[in-house]
C-alpha cells in the first residue's frame, strides 16, 4: 500500500510539473512568439533544468502541440463559463461574446496573440490541424444549430474580430464590438 501512494504522488507531481511547462511554454510565446520556444527559454520561465522539458516532452513539436491543445481548451472553457453565466442571467447573448471579445483583445491580449500564432502555425504543420480545429469542433457542438453554415461564418466573423482587434494600436471596447457582434448572430436568431 505505501508503494502505491508513493507512485501515486510521483504521478501527481509530473502531471502538475507538466502543466507547469504548458504554462511556460505559452508565457514565452506571449513575449517572443512561437520562435522564441526553446528547452531553455521553457525551462527559465518555469524556473527548473531544462532537462525536465525533455523529461516530459520529447521533442519541442509535442511541446507546443500540448500548447496547442492548452489554449483551446482554456478558451473552450472560458467560452462554456460565459454562456452559463449568461443563461443563468438570461442576458443577451451579443453582449456575452462581445465582453470576452473585449476581455481577449485587452486584458487578455497577450493570451489571444499566443493562441492565434499557435493556431496559424498549424497552417505550416499538417500534424497540427486537427487540434488547431479542436476549438472550432467544440463550438460548433456546443450547441444544435439549424443554421450550419450561419454558425460557421459567425465563428469565421469572430477569429476576423479577433485578428483585427490584435493589430489595432488600441483594442476595441465590448460597446464598440457588440453591433457587429449583433450583425453576425443576426441570422442566427
Do not use: C, N
Amino acid at each position: 500500500m505505501r508503494t502505491y501512494r508513493q507512485v501515486d504522488g510521483r504521478r501527481t507531481r509530473g502531471e502538475r510539473r507538466r502543466t507547469e511547462i504548458i504554462e511556460a511554454t505559452l508565457q514565452v510565446i506571449e513575449r517572443a512568439g512561437v520562435s522564441g520556444v526553446t528547452h531553455r527559454s521553457v525551462a527559465a520561465a518555469a524556473g527548473i533544468p531544462p532537462a525536465s522539458i525533455t523529461y516530459h516532452f520529447g521533442a519541442l513539436d509535442d511541446l507546443l502541440e500540448a500548447a496547442l491543445v492548452q489554449a483551446a481548451a482554456d478558451l473552450v472553457d472560458r467560452v462554456r463559463e460565459l454562456i452559463e453565466s449568461r443563461r443563468i442571467k438570461g442576458d443577451d447573448p451579443a453582449g456575452a461574446v462581445a465582453e470576452m471579445l473585449a476581455e481577449a483583445l485587452g486584458p487578455r491580449r497577450a493570451r489571444t496573440a499566443a493562441r492565434y500564432e499557435l493556431y496559424l502555425l498549424a497552417a505550416r504543420r499538417p500534424d497540427l490541424r486537427p487540434v488547431a480545429r479542436l476549438w472550432l469542433d467544440v463550438l460548433t457542438s456546443l450547441g444544435r444549430r439549424p443554421d450550419e453554415v450561419g454558425f460557421r461564418a459567425f465563428l469565421a466573423g469572430i477569429d476576423g474580430m479577433l485578428a483585427q482587434g490584435l493589430i489595432d494600436d488600441e483594442p476595441p471596447t465590448a460597446a464598440e464590438l457588440l453591433p457587429v457582434v449583433r450583425h453576425l448572430l443576426a441570422p442566427l436568431r
